[in-house]
């Protein structure tokens, strides 16, 4: 019998602003078509439940990653997204209690291989590898919740080269984030380290080897991000 030596993973983690801390990467789950004009470029409909799927904790990269142009697709595309760390769990949380859940915000792009994500849709088939991929999940420094001046309002936006691609406020999500909360965690138990982007506005493009992109959200700090030449 051959015996393979199996190093553990690293822990994946999040840096923490202002901070040498990291956050311990648990899971990371992201909310479908959470803003309206976003659910409608994409030709949806704007009434459905707010729905989920999930990228790896190893797709998560840091502020000012360099980011291959990832195989296998020619239409990446960007979607600035708020983000948002559990610092504690449960399950059939209320939305009153969901919002207490949380450690901490931060700003993150989901990543996405618009191609391949097409396609599943097209065939029935999962979207895990248009979404899930290696370095899918750019997240700037969480800032502790104390610290966080609003997650149900304030700008959302992101540039490519300088020029505003999504521009939006957190104001126009169809379902808050203590909605999504409470929706996920009855499907799920959540849990300490678990990571909820909670959907993109509308302005969704596709970015090119060399694009420096920029991301804000009102009184978070900027993810700056480029696609490597
Ligand atoms: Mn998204």
Not at 55 to 63: H, L, M, Q, S, Y
Not at 132 to 159: C, E, H, N, R, Y
Request: proline share 8%; with cysteine.
């Amino acid at each position: 019998m051959t015996n393979y030596a199996i190093d553990p993973p690293a822990q994946a983690t999040l840096s923490v602003a202002g901070s040498d801390a990291c956050f311990p990467l648990r899971r990371v789950f992201c909310v479908g078509r959470n803003y309206e004009a976003h659910v409608r470029e994409m030709g949806n409909d704007t009434r459905e439940p707010p729905f989920f799927f999930m990228k790896p904790a190893d797709a998560v990269v840091p502020n000012n990653a360099a980011i291959a142009y990832p195989s296998a697709t020619s239409e990446l595309h960007h979607e600035v997204e708020l983000v948002v760390a559990l610092g504690a769990g449960g399950k059939d949380v209320s939305p009153e209690q969901a919002l207490g859940l949380i450690w901490g915000a931060a700003v993150g792009i989901d990543l996405t291989r618009r191609d391949l994500q097409a396609q599943a849709k097209s065939k029935g088939r999962p979207w895990d590898m248009a979404k899930g991929f290696d370095a899918s999940a750019p997240i700037a420094p969480l800032v502790q919740m104390a610290d966080v001046t609003s997650l149900s309002s304030g700008k959302i936006w992101l540039s490519v080269n300088g020029r505003t691609r999504q521009d939006a406020n957190l104001a126009d999500m169809i379902w808050p984030v203590a909605d999504c909360i409470a929706h996920l965690s009855t499907l799920v138990e959540l849990a300490p380290g678990d990571l909820i982007m909670t959907g993109t506005p509308a302005g969704v493009a596709a970015l090119s080897p060399g694009d420096e992109v920029v991301a804000g959200i009102t009184g978070l700090p900027d993810l700056k991000v480029s696609i490597a030449p």
